[in-house]
Structure formats: C-alpha cells, structure tokens
C-alpha cells in the first residue's frame, strides 16, 4: 500500500521510518526541493495549489494524509474527491484558524480562554477593555512558535500596536496565568475506536517547544481524564481519522484548550522510544485501517528539541536509554534539527540521566534548569 503525505518535514519523515516495518510505502509532496524526506521516499516537488501535480501526486495511492496543518484546505477537498483523506479536510479547516478553533471549543462546551475577533485598529482597542489586559493578539492564520503574536500589558502598548496593525485578521485572547502547559495526543481509527497518550509537561523559550516531560509530572487521573475527554469530544464531532495533538493550559487544576493540531505532534516524539506504539505508528494503523496500538508509556520519558546545532552524538549516545533523531536539514538559527529522548523506568532514574547529559544541554534553552528536572523528581 502506497500512502500519500502532504508536506515533507521531520514529521512525514518520522512516519515513513514507522511505517516501513508494516511494508507501507510512501509518497510526499513539499513545495520545497529540500524537504527531508527526500532521502528516504520518492518526493513531488510542486505547490500544493497546483490541482494539476496533485492530480499525478494522488495517481495509484491507497490514501492521503498530512504531516503539515496549513496544506490548503481546498487541496484535501480536491484529492478528496478521489480517494480517502485522513484526518478528514474538515479538520484542518477547524484548525487553520484561530477564531474558528475558539469558536469550535466554544462549541463544544471544551474551555477555553476568552477570545475577540479584532479587524481594525479600533476593533482592537474596544477589544482590550472588554477582555482587559494582558491579552495577546494573534494572527488568525499561519502563526506558529509564537510568531504572528504580540502580548499587550498595558495602554501604551496597545496604541503602539494600533499604529503598526497587520493588515490581516487577528484574534484577541486573554493572557491565561496557568500553571504549566501541557498537551495531549490522541487517535482514532477507521472504526471509531479510540485511544490517548498521556498528558505530556511541555516548556518552551522563545515561543519554539524545548522540552517534553512524557507523562507530565504529578499528573492525576481526574486531569488525563478531563484532557480525554475533551480531545475524544473533538475527534468524535470532526469524525477524525488519525493522531490529533490537543494543546492545553493547566489553571488551577483545571485545563483550558489553546490549539489542536490534526496530525502527529512534537510533543508526541517521545512515544517513539517511550510508550509501546509511538505516535507515528498509530497515525499510521489509524489511517490505514489496521488496529491501533497500545499507548501506554514505558517509563517516564524528556524530549529535547535541537534548535539551530547538533551535539557530540558520541557524547550524547554515551548516556544510558538517550536516543538522537537528526532530520537532515542544515542547522541554521531558530530550526529544528533534531531531537533527543532520554528514557527511564523511573522519575528519579531519568533525572539522574538528564543530569548526566553533556554540557551542549545543560544551558538555560534546554529547560533542563531545577524546575523542569525538579518537576520530574
Ligand atoms: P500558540 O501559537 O497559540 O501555541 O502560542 C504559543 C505560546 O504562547 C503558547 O505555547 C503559550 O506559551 C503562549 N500563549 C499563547 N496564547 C496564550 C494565552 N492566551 N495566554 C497565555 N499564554 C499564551
């Protein structure tokens, strides 16, 4: 069976290495000619408005799926027409748009922080007083690792930002003083059958995800139990097939819902090594039709993001149970490059080893500082 995946990053090349042991065979189409996945898969180098090159693209797939959520909705409902689409196009339309996406857990009685449509200058500023500040204003479309995003704390800020406003729709949300940050990721098969990671603990630095505590410290049942809920709601109500990433503020022992992402996660790398079937796998079964497997963890698992360098691999690989992942992209600022997960049967013996990793992570972008490791203990 050939699968068609929609965008060529790190993510399609992480499902092609899955999906490899159960004689899947691939196909990716990236507008870029340097998508990593072409070493490794045969590759369509075209637009993904290009109807003609998807046409060609779609020739002889069992299915298509998406490894990218801003693929043109009108590009899923086009291949749609001729063969299956996982997760369904009306997915990527909930989660393209910030306004859509509030409004969707709105919907859903799902919490969520308090949110206005800003088009104008003057839109803005009647925002502001009604939701008070902080508030963050966010483009509606196409911001990812905090771009596209300005945090508003006081009146002045809000008159500089009047003066300089993207000529693009915005949305206002209330700044949200939660206790951590965390995500869930979830799937659901062909059938309708479904199944949930644990909650994972993730820190960032400069709006670009650093690392993942898998599952997420001190968690308790009624917390993985509301997250559940809540992304089960949402897979069920968009009839989702495939791996859903929810992301969430944890507030007073409560959560509220930020963003869904319709397809495998970042914060979901950790399953790779840490839980029986990783998220790739299941995204794979799910989509494909086949049972899907088992997302217990394996321990207590850190994923560590490589942003822009790569270490000493025989540093690195030199700490029990660590695993590195390079994507073959050049290194250059602000990319991801890799990542590294280190594993362990227990929260104390995974401090231990985090503490053990090279110098190359123990500087303050890693996260590994006394809360994070404090967190895991
Ligand atoms: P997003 O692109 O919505 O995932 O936002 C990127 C990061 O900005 C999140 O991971 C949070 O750390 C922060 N953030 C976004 N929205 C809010 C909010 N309403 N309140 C507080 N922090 C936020």
Wanted: proline share 6%; with cysteine; aromatic share 6%.
């Amino acid at each position: 069976m050939t699968i068609g995946i929609l965008g060529g990053g790190q993510l399609g090349y992480m499902l092609a290495l899955a999906g490899y042991p159960l004689d899947l065979h691939f196909r990716f189409l990236d507008p870029s000619p340097q998508a990593p996945v072409g070493r490794i898969a045969p590759r369509v180098t075209a637009e993904y408005t290009d109807f003609e090159a998807l046409d060609k693209f779609a020739h002889g797939l069992a299915l298509v799926t998406y490894e990218f959520e801003n693929v043109p909705v009108e590009a899923a409902r086009h291949l749609a027409q001729k063969l299956p689409v996982y997760p369904p196009p009306q997915a990527l339309e909930a989660a393209q748009d910030r306004l859509s996406e509030k409004t969707f857990f709105q919907k859903l009685g799902i919490p969520t922080t308090d949110f206005v449509a800003v088009n104008s200058a003057g839109e803005l500023d009647a925002a502001t007083r009604k939701l008070g500040l902080p508030s963050v204003l966010k483009t509606r479309r196409l911001g990812y690792d905090g771009k596209g995003q300005w945090v508003l704390r006081t009146r002045d800020d809000v008159a500089t930002l009047q003066n300089d406003l993207p000529a693009t729709p915005l949305i206002l949300e209330k700044l949200v003083s939660f206790q951590r940050e965390l995500s869930i990721l979830a799937v659901r098969g062909r059938t309708g059958e479904t199944a949930f990671y644990s909650l994972v603990e993730n820190h960032h630095r400069g709006g670009i995800l650093r690392l993942s505590l898998a599952p997420a410290p001190r968690l308790s049942e009624a917390l993985q139990r509301e997250a559940e809920d809540a992304a089960r709601c949402i897979l069920e109500t968009l009839d989702y097939v495939g791996v859903l990433a929810v992301e969430l503020f944890e507030c007073e022992g409560h959560l509220l819902a930020n963003e869904i992402a319709p397809r495998v996660h970042n914060s979901g790398h950790w399953s790779i090594e840490g839980a029986v079937a990783s998220q790739f796998e299941n995204h794979l079964r799910a989509v494909s039709g086949l049972p899907l497997g088992e997302t217990r963890a394996l321990g207590h698992s850190a994923m560590l993001n490589l942003i822009g360098e790569v270490p000493d691999p025989a540093e690195l690989l030199a700490v029990p149970d660590a695993h590195l992942h390079l994507y073959g992209k050049s290194p250059r600022p602000g990319r991801k490059v890799g990542h590294v997960t280190v594993r362990a049967d227990s929260v104390g013996q995974l401090a231990a080893r985090l503490k053990r990793l090279p110098a190359f992570f123990q500087r303050d972008e890693f996260c590994l500082s006394s809360e994070a490791v404090s967190a895991s203990n």
